[in-house]
């Protein structure tokens, strides 16, 4: 067999691209060991480009289809791109150097070439070293091992020699890849940010909205209280990795259709007449009794008192939202006089994957009108889509009315107890109704306190909208049918007929199944 012959044996496409992929496994690895869940993450732009790029009716069918694994399927997805892009760079490098017969000349191609894609996609120069080094460990692992005179890269490689050492660099490269996991996590910001005024506990104000619904909430196994956790507070955004914006570069600009345009920093915002109150948020695009729904005490500032000394146009009928992760929304002139800057989530610093540091609320509107990362409120004259409206969406406006029945539970003495939550946005929740024969009857539940009127709101803009626990208690003899539906505080009951999410939220009756506890 002539050299050429052996070193075909070893290059054809089946163990270079083992060898390629094994290294771009390994630079993925290194870059999230180093950088977690930030913009200097490699797979951050492809992340980026996947949001861009995804036709509308794509990103909808998905959307429908998988529900709350949505957003995960589209990082999997990025991870996939930026592999499959670090795989093709080294496995160019591996073909220059068979073409020029020069050893071990993959290894300095695959660093650089790995750096400067790295680099060019992040922006992140020093980061992209974490990619690169790895990534170049693993080719020239592969090489030396395969290679049976380390001076040749031809004369006597072997294919059983060129396998055995690309599985060996891709266990290793496994082994990374779970240190790199954890040591990601350890650098991905999470939610234990700190309390609004620091020390140990929130503030004050927060502090006794905080206790009023913890000496409210009913005892519903499987079903959150009346203020939600913050680690299990629902979010959905257009982003796979979340911004990082520091409180100290942060700047919003009031513009367009204004007599004085305004930008105001971090400081300058907190400096303002601030607000305490309880909002519930719930996703436009959640199935009827799934969980993309919770609530919180929000503090922030009323937009109204930065608007007062701007001079708007009163033509000027709609405010368009930017923030800075590209994402926009058209709100109303009547929501944007309504409108909260919010900074402060259950008495601590508004952590990151909410919007860090100032986000916008609108009370009673669907969760996509409160956007987050905000930089720019922008007057105009005439309405335009927002991101969701291009689309396909119309989530814009009021919250649907809606019961959850989210916790069953089961009493020893035959006893079983349904409960939930209902939301009517600033409707408020008058009532609660429950059917156990299928629709035929229907009887009040129990309702837990309205915390509305908790908040410390000095405003007239309306702004505590908040959801209620209800539970309901019985005795089945048999299967039961166990029906649920809410009357807002307008008297109006919630529809009966089923719609999907899309295009403007579910509508319907729960409906659940209930055995007698055997």
């Known amino acids: 067999m002539t050299p050429n012959t052996r070193l075909a044996s070893y290059t054809p496409a089946r163990w270079q691209l083992v060898t390629a992929a094994v290294a771009a496994i390994a630079a993925v690895s ?23 790029t995804t036709p509308a009716v794509v990103v909808n069918t998905v959307l429908e289809t998988l529900g709350p694994l949505a957003q995960p399927a589209s990082f999997l997805l990025a991870l996939a791109i930026v592999t499959a892009l670090l795989t093709a760079t080294v496995l160019l490098a591996l073909e220059i150097e068979v073409t020029a017969e020069i050893q071990y000349l993959a290894v300095p191609l695959t660093a650089l070439s790995v750096w400067l894609l790295a680099a060019g996609t992040t922006g992140a120069a020093l980061a992209a070293v974490a990619p690169a080094l790895p990534a170049t460990a693993v080719v020239g692992l592969v090489e030396y091992a395969a290679a049976h005179d380390p001076l040749s890269v031809r004369r006597d490689r072997t294919p059983d020699r060129a396998k055995r050492a690309t599985l060996q660099a891709g266990f290793g490269t496994l082994s990374l890849a779970g240190i790199a996991y954890v040591a990601g996590r350890r650098r991905t910001p999470d939610s234990s940010v700190p309390f609004l005024e620091g020390g140990s506990r929130p503030p004050l104000g927060e502090r006794r909205l905080l206790r009023a619904a913890e ?101 000027a009928t709609v405010a368009v939202v930017h923030a800075v992760d590209g994402y926009w929304n058209t709100i109303t002139r009547d929501e944007l006089e309504r409108l909260y800057l919010v900074y402060g989530m259950n008495g601590r610093v508004l952590p990151r994957e909410h919007g860090h540091p100032v986000r916008l609320l609108v009370p009673g ?22 991101y969701w409206e291009e ?101 109006r009951l919630q529809p009966e007929n089923e719609s999907g999410s899309k295009p403007d939220g579910a509508s319907g009756w729960v409906s659940r199944t209930i055995r007698p506890n055997p």
Not at 222 to 251: H, Q
Not at 462 to 468: I, K
Not at 477 to 486: F, H, I, K, T, Y
């Open 30 to 52: 290194g870059s999230f060991a180093v950088a977690g869940l930030t913009q200097a993450f490699v797979g951050e732009p492809a992340s980026s480009f996947v949001v861009d």
């Open 215 to 315: 000496s409210e909430a009913f005892d519903l196994p499987g079903a959150p209280g009346l203020v939600s956790e913050i680690g299990s507070f629902y979010t959905v955004d257009i982003n796979t990795i979340d911004p990082i914006v520091e409180a100290d570069d942060w700047r919003l600009s009031i513009t367009g259709a204004v007599g004085d345009e305004l930008t105001i920093d971090y400081d300058e915002l907190r400096d303002q007449p601030t607000e305490r109150f309880f909002s519930t948020l719930r996703c436009v695009g959640e199935g009827l009794n799934d969980r993309e729904m919770d609530t919180a005490v929000w503090t922030g500032v009323p937009v109204s008192e930065l608007l007062e000394d701007r001079d708007p146009d009163t033509d």
């Open 365 to 386: 509107n669907w969760g996509e009108v409160n956007v987050k990362w905000v930089t720019e409120i922008e007057l105009a004259l005439e309405d335009r889509d927002g």
């Open 391 to 491: 689309r396909g969406w119309d989530g814009t406006g009021e919250v649907r009315t809606v019961a959850k029945l989210w916790s069953v539970d089961h009493h020893e003495d035959g006893r079983v107890t349904v409960g939930g939550h209902a939301y009517a946005g600033r409707r408020g929740v008058g009532a609660v109704e429950v059917s156990t024969d299928g629709g035929e009857t229907w009887t009040d539940a129990d309702l837990s306190a309205d915390l509305s009127s908790e908040s410390e709101s000095e405003s007239d803009l309306e702004a505590p909208d908040v959801w209620r626990q209800w539970r309901y208690t019985w005795e089945p003899a048999d299967e039961s049918e166990v029906l649920v539906r809410a009357i807002d505080g307008e008297g």
